[in-house]
């Protein structure tokens, strides 16, 4: 089945720098690729996904890039902020009409200082 | 337009009893999702209802089951607890792959 590997668990960063998050699948079926931020007591909320078709996708200070080849995608943050701080999730999905399943990273706890 | 809401958010229960949680989709979505989430094992795929017909299923044993209604409200119920089922359970409506999650359900096991 599907396995998804994300790396780093932690990562901590200045406020205005950037943070990568990367994250590598098995499936080569996966079509689908969302990104999810978590803050403590909430819901995984989706910030931005992309799909196979298409191999890098910007919302404002948010990117995410994938390389079906290698079978890897990574998340962008520039000019972090405070509350850009939370566990972010990756994950992967056959993306097909039959089946909405997600499989997810472990996350990445980012911490950004002021 | 509302979010996807989770009833009860928190709930205590004992060893060897059972428990059912609640789900309301998005409006219009007909697909549901249901997630565990442990510090251990990360989020892990229970299950997934579409238009009242689980189209597939995770790796969890059969005390862990579900269902959806005709309006796609969606519950599950987990029989005989243990210890190890407490978790954040996390509900997902979707519509064209996108699954936004509810806040969740924190169920704990004593």
């Known amino acids: 089945g599907e396995n998804v590997e994300q790396h780093p668990s932690t990562l901590s960063v200045q406020e205005g720098d950037s943070a990568v998050i990367k994250c590598t699948y098995s499936?080569?079926?996966?079509?689908?690729f969302p990104w999810y931020k978590q803050e403590l007591g909430k819901g995984p909320q989706l910030i931005i996904d992309?799909?196979?078709?298409?191999g890098e996708k910007k919302d404002q200070r948010i990117a995410v890039t994938l390389n079906k080849t290698a079978k890897h995608f990574s998340l962008h943050i520039t000019e972090t902020q405070p509350e850009d701080s939370a566990v972010y999730f990756c994950?992967?999905?056959?993306?097909?009409?039959?089946?909405?399943?997600?499989?997810f990273g472990t996350g990445t706890r980012l911490q950004v200082f002021p | 337009k509302a979010g996807v809401t989770q009833t009860p958010r928190y709930l205590i229960k004992t060893r060897g009893q059972q428990v059912t949680l609640s789900c309301s989709p998005i409006?219009?979505?007909?697909?549901v999702s249901w997630y565990q989430q442990t510090p251990g094992q990360g989020l892990q795929f229970l299950f997934e209802y579409f238009s009242e017909t689980q189209r597939n299923k995770g790796n969890f044993p059969g005390r862990f089951s579900g269902r959806q209604f005709s309006n796609s409200r969606s519950e599950m119920n987990v029989s005989t607890l243990e210890l190890g089922d407490s978790a954040l359970y996390l509900c997902?409506?979707?519509?064209?792959?996108?699954?936004?999650f509810g806040p969740g359900t924190r169920l704990t096991v004593l």
């Open positions: 409006s219009g979505h007909r697909s």
């Open positions: 992309i799909r196979s078709n298409v």
């Open positions: 997902a409506s979707s519509a064209s792959n996108e699954q936004f």
């Open positions: 499936d080569s079926a996966s079509n689908y």
């Open positions: 994950a992967a999905s056959i993306g097909s009409s039959n089946t909405d399943k997600l499989i």
